[in-house]
């Protein structure tokens, strides 16, 4: 299928058709300063003796990649100009060709996931309806020059639609709305984020009843199996203002929408984390049977009770850096209280047979981790444990047993927690990973002398102390000149960062920092042209993002401060967050 | 797991009938309500000391209660948590059918794997068979498996039976579900007991079972029962 040799800058990141990269390796920022380090190290405690490893080729070979793919882009149809309803039109212009096949294709889809076409057919027609020309022209990524060719692709590509694709316009303006698509709030939610199994079938979706959606699902599905078929594999698009990623892992498929400033590459990422939730819930091996087994499986029944995992998961990459930074928070404590803690926890649980982590989390952030030599826990798999602490209510009142899967572990097998907290008076949660199933009262004893000991030392009153502390502001730090700041040590893969200032008490305001920091973490790692410094000023604030071998930083300020405030300043928190080092960070990586 | 406590009491049913907050009641004498619904994920383990008199002389014991995850992704997993329990709690909400078929599996489940288990019925949210209890003033819930079906099962399986509830649908009024240390008995008090009464006789339930957990440990079968429930 020969195509013109323009650019697709409807396309965010090119799909590779060449064999020379996994797929699987264009997932993003996020996920390459995890993998980085050759199989099975990957873990924090590589992240804590060394530095991230950059792979100097790997620029070099996506580029080439880029360029092959822009030969061979059998998707160059797809020329995304509306929101998701709009694609399956979407994706049947330019030549009649490729047209009609994708016209087939989708038929075929439809039909395998029994979805009338009229049901989709209807999902384009409020576009149709409102056909402003925004929607229309395309609005279009500025690294590519030959915008000016793909409109006139477009224009003629709205002159050829094929029979079939009129016989489904004609047949769209008789049918009725199709509820919660057309309901503007849905439609204007910031982002969306959809799961659904590979037959099309919807497992989850961020808004609305995922019920209610299952035309769009199949739609999903549909577009994913058609590149599939091509050989290929779809990524990203973007389209009427929105950024629209895939994940195809296993048998599921993850789509994520987005309006704000993601990049596809942060996505993926996100999609990522959706992805390993299931798994913890499910393990790779149990998803794998039940699909197995039965295509057509409604995943819907085994997640029962857990989408509240993945809703605040998806709610919380929205707001926390963490994700973005690929880092934990650390609760600051002097260093001799820390160590203190964590001889405590190793003492206590020298008796235990298999305990491969046991990680003490306070506020979201971490108090200590204890690992088991020659076993690592990955942010990742951290990030998902935090969540679950925090969404779940019940373990401050009884000790829970529960079996967890750990994906950047192991994603094929459960190990069992032991997850309580610490007292009524210290909000401190322990978190004890074991491999047994069977020695909750083992480690349910542990956790009484630990509890035991901390008292007689002294140390629960310090966790305490540091949580309320932890509300502190760049003022209160003694930086009034900053709003907000973000810091993280790229060796420990932890960051620090107050609580911000009036300006972004907000949440509006708070979004509108987030999404800079966003656009900013992937311009400074951006694979084509990673930068090392932005300073970037507009009517609301000035924010500063700086990446270095050892540090990532970015900083918010008032839109009035200069330059030589901003430097002056940043010289002053480095200087800080290197003299609190031992107390913002955990820098050594004790084992049992 | 080889528990420390004396007496393993585990409860089993399917989500959103009750377990957990039977045991927050039982453990902390208190109840969250429903908004604050929340699933238990895996199972969590509380425990209760309590005194029973052995042939005259007290004697302190240790109940450990395994309150387990009603997801059915769990079920594969429960036969860790019941192991070697002396009681099963089997709970079914009285509005919802689905409920009452797990129960019905567990109890085969239980039967055929831990012998010395005894099994417990009992049948949640009784409220909501009131109209006046219904906050919004709706009708009450038709009961949705006959109380007669529930009492010959509960023979069959020589299941102690209970029923409980909540009074009123204000958080601050007390549950009228009892597990009274130090003989933890399952029943309701006085007042609400007149009141399922009434509406036993309108679904035909049987809320007059009253037992012991403790029947579940063959020591304490002696002295345990003098001071039963009125």
């Known amino acids: 299928m020969a195509t013109p040799s323009g650019a697709w800058p409807a396309l965010a990141s090119p799909i590779p058709t060449s064999t020379d990269m996994e797929p699987t390796e264009a997932i993003g920022v996020g996920e390459r300063l995890f993998a980085t380090t050759p199989s099975g190290r990957n873990y924090l405690s590589d992240f804590m003796h060394s530095q991230e490893p950059i792979d100097p080729d790997h620029d070099e070979d996506e580029a080439d990649l880029t360029a092959e793919a822009a030969e061979d882009y059998r998707l160059s149809t797809t020329h995304m100009t509306g929101s998701l309803h709009e694609l399956q039109e979407d994706a049947v212009i330019k030549d009649d060709k490729t047209q009609q096949e994708v016209a087939e294709v989708m038929q075929r889809s439809m039909e395998a996931c029994q979805i009338n076409p009229d049901t989709v057919s209807r999902l384009s027609s409020p576009r149709k309806r409102s056909s402003a020309s925004p929607a229309l022209s395309p609005e279009l990524d500025t690294d590519d020059e030959d915008d000016d060719d793909d409109d006139d692709d477009f224009e003629d590509a709205q002159e050829s639609l094929s029979p079939s694709q009129k016989r489904l316009e004609s047949q769209s303006s008789s049918v009725p709305d199709p509820g919660i698509m057309n309901s503007p709030t849905w439609r204007q939610q910031r982002k969306h984020v959809f799961v659904l199994s590979e037959s099309g079938k919807p497992i989850f979706s961020q808004h609305g009843d995922e019920d209610e959606l299952a035309s769009l699902m199949a739609v999903m599905q549909a577009m994913v199996s058609y590149v599939i078929d091509m050989g290929d594999v779809l990524k990203s698009m973007s389209a009427g203002g929105k950024q629209i990623a895939f994940l195809h892992k296993g048998p599921l498929i993850l789509v994520a929408v987005t309006q704000g400033n993601e990049s596809a590459s942060q996505l993926a990422v996100q999609l990522t984390y959706v992805y390993h939730q299931i798994l913890s819930i499910l393990t790779l091996g149990q998803l794998t049977r039940i699909f197995e087994r039965k295509p057509g499986f409604d995943l819907r029944k085994m997640l029962a009770g857990s989408e509240r995992l993945i809703q605040s998961l998806v709610r919380a990459m929205d707001s926390d850096p963490s994700f973005m930074l690929s880092a934990v928070r650390v609760l600051p404590l002097a260093q001799a209280i820390r160590d203190d803690i964590t001889k405590t926890v190793i003492q206590s649980c020298q008796k235990i047979k298999n305990l491969v982590f046991a990680i003490m989390i306070a506020d979201n952030k971490l108090v200590a981790l204890i690992r088991m030599k020659k076993y690592y826990i990955h942010p990742a798999d951290l990030h998902l444990l935090l969540n679950l602490v925090n969404t779940t209510e019940s373990f401050k009142h009884s000790e829970a047993w529960l079996p967890i899967c750990l994906p950047k572990f192991d994603p094929s097998g459960f190990v069992h927690a032991h997850i309580s907290y610490l007292s009524d008076d210290c909000q401190a949660c322990l978190l004890m990973i074991t491999a047994e199933r069977d020695i909750f009262f083992e480690v349910s004893e542990a956790k009484g002398k630990i509890v035991e000991v901390m008292t007689k030392n002294n140390t629960l009153l310090p966790i305490s102390e540091s949580m309320t502390k932890s509300k502190e502001t760049p003022a209160d730090l003694d930086f009034p000149e900053l709003r907000h700041f973000l810091y993280k040590s790229r060796s420990a893969a932890q960051f620090t960062s107050p609580i911000a200032a009036t300006a972004y008490q907000d949440e509006k305001d708070a979004d509108r920092l987030h999404g800079i920091y966003l656009e900013m973490q992937h311009q400074l790692h951006s694979p084509h042209r990673p930068l090392k410094l932005i300073y970037r000023g507009d009517s609301q604030e000035n924010v500063l993002g700086w990446v270095t071998q050892t540090f990532e930083l970015y900083a918010a300020f008032s839109p009035d401060a200069t330059k030589a405030t901003a430097i002056k300043t940043i010289n002053a928190v480095l200087k800080w967050c290197k003299k609190e080092e031992t107390s913002l960070f955990i820098l050594n990586a004790p084992t049992f | ?230």
């Open chain 2, 1 to 230: 797991m080889s528990p420390p406590s004396d007496v393993k009491v585990v409860l089993l049913g399917t989500e959103y009938c009750g377990k957990s907050s039977l045991v927050e009641r039982y453990l902390h004498d208190r109840f969250r309500g429903e908004n604050c619904y929340q699933n238990t994920v895996g199972a969590a383990y509380g425990s209760k000391l309590f005194e029973i008199n052995v042939n005259g002389s007290p004697r302190a014991l240790i109940m450990g209660i395994w309150d387990t995850a009603g997801s059915e992704r769990y079920q594969s997993m429960s036969r860790l948590y019941y192991r070697s329990a002396r009681a099963a709690i089997l709970c079914f909400d009285i509005t919802c059918r689905e409920s009452w078929a797990k129960v019905q599996f567990w109890k085969k489940e239980v039967q055929r794997h831990e012998r010395l288990c005894r099994i417990y019925l009992c049948a949640t949210k009784m409220d909501k068979l009131l109209a006046e209890d219904q906050a919004d003033g709706t009708e009450g819930h038709a009961p949705a498996i006959e109380g007669a079906v529930v009492s010959r099962f509960a023979q069959e399986s020589e299941a102690a039976l209970f029923h409980t509830t909540r009074i009123g649908s204000s958080p601050t009024t007390n549950f009228v579900f009892h597990l009274n240390p130090p003989h933890f008995t399952f029943g309701m008090p006085l007042a609400a007991r007149a009141r399922a009464r009434s509406l036993s006789t309108e679904s035909g339930l049987c809320c007059e079972v009253v037992d012991t957990l403790h029947r579940a440990l063959p020591v304490t079968k002696a002295g345990a029962h003098s001071d039963e429930e009125p």
